[in-house]
């Protein structure tokens, strides 16, 4: 908890990002982006050496900078079927260590390609099966088949529609899409929001959570929100902004508020980490005000202690349909619980991890 208020990370990867786990030549790009991502999104004492970036990451780092080092009390772990990388880049073994170790701790996610056609369909029959029910199916705008990364879109009546209905069969209500962030030198339309549309009408029982939701096509996404009610946006790399960019941040936010009859419903706090450390960013979303300015212009509603526990938690649990309440007392006491209480306050960031001596 922050101040008081209860925080589910939407989004949160340990990703493989060793040499050897890169298959086509996309893979180099991605890595470098995120390796970049992790010096511009954050200030001194929250960087690590691309050396060190560049790796393998383990469970329990992302567990201590998420869980110890910050304020997260729950997080979302999304299985990623990026095919540039042998496992794509966040593999379902790691699901398992948490469904195995945190079980109350973590929400998961599968992922799949869906222009893998009826191979995608039996892979997600497997995952369901191995990670006990997840809460989610994550999926990517483009697919990696060799050295073409080819594209499909949510609309897609013949490859995205058969995966939304083997979702619903299987029970999971969740569907997360990648958008907005480009994975290197691609066509942008397949990151556009527009085929999301006829997908939220078709499927009006499942709820389309939006990831990078704001950092483009904020209008078009705001709008989106709007007209359809099972539409959500995710604030993974949104939230960053608050740190590098905070009045890009007060713009997107302001935007979701003004279009969705001025309130912050169907907006999940989520930070990517390990990406960027996500203390600094839940720091500043916490103390976080619009300014007068935009208030009074905009006619968005203060960004008070109400709006942040929706966003922060409350947002995530009801998209998702759970108790809140009950799933919060199920970590008293535990492991994790008692790893902080050892500790004299938050302790340094990466301090808990195995970079504890390679930040600056």
């Not at 990867?13 to 991605?30: G, Q, R």
């Not at 992302?62 to 095919?83: C, K, N, Q, T, W």
Request: glycine share 6%.
């Amino acid at each position: 908890m922050i101040d008081g208020m209860p925080v589910v990370d939407a989004i949160v990867h340990p990703y493989n990002l060793s040499p050897e786990n890169e298959k086509t030549s996309h893979a180099p790009f991605i890595t470098r982006m995120l390796s970049r991502a992790n010096h511009e999104a954050l200030g001194p004492g929250y960087r690590i050496p691309r050396e060190k970036y560049e790796r393998e990451w383990p469970m329990e780092d992302v567990v201590a900078m998420s869980f110890v080092e910050s304020y997260a009390d729950l997080a979302a772990y999304h299985v990623l079927p990026i095919g540039a990388f042998h496992d794509g880049i966040c593999g379902i073994d790691k699901a398992l260590e948490c469904k195995k170790r945190w079980p109350q701790r973590f929400f998961l996610y599968a992922g799949v390609d869906p222009m893998q056609g009826q191979q995608a369909l039996d892979e997600l029959d497997e995952q369901y099966e191995r990670l006990g029910g997840p809460s989610g199916l994550k999926l990517y705008p483009n697919s990696w088949v060799g050295d073409q990364m080819l594209g499909w879109k949510m609309d897609d009546p013949e490859v995205a529609f058969p995966l939304f209905e083997k979702a619903q069969s299987l029970g999971i209500k969740v569907v997360a899409i990648h958008k907005a962030l480009p994975l290197g030198p691609v066509e942008l339309s397949y990151y556009a929001m527009d085929d999301i549309d006829r997908a939220a009408m078709t499927f009006p029982d499942l709820q389309f959570e939006v990831v990078h939701g704001g950092m483009g096509f904020l209008d078009e996404s705001a709008w989106q929100m709007a007209r359809f009610d099972n539409v959500w946006i995710n604030l993974e790399s949104t939230a960053t902004m608050l740190t590098t960019k905070p009045r890009s941040f007060e713009q997107a936010l302001a935007t979701f508020a003004a279009r969705t009859r001025k309130s912050y419903d169907r907006i999940l706090w989520g930070t990517g980490c390990m990406v960027t450390h996500p203390r600094p960013h839940l720091e500043r979303f916490a103390a976080y005000e619009f300014s007068e300015e935009r208030m009074m212009g905009w006619g968005v509603p203060p960004l008070d202690r109400v709006a942040k526990r929706k966003i922060l938690a409350e947002n995530y649990a009801t998209m998702h349909g759970i108790d809140l309440d009950e799933r919060l007392a199920a970590i008293k006491g535990d492991e994790i619980e008692q790893w902080r209480a050892s500790l004299d306050g938050i302790p340094s960031p990466y301090s808990q991890t195995t970079l504890a001596d390679h930040v600056y």
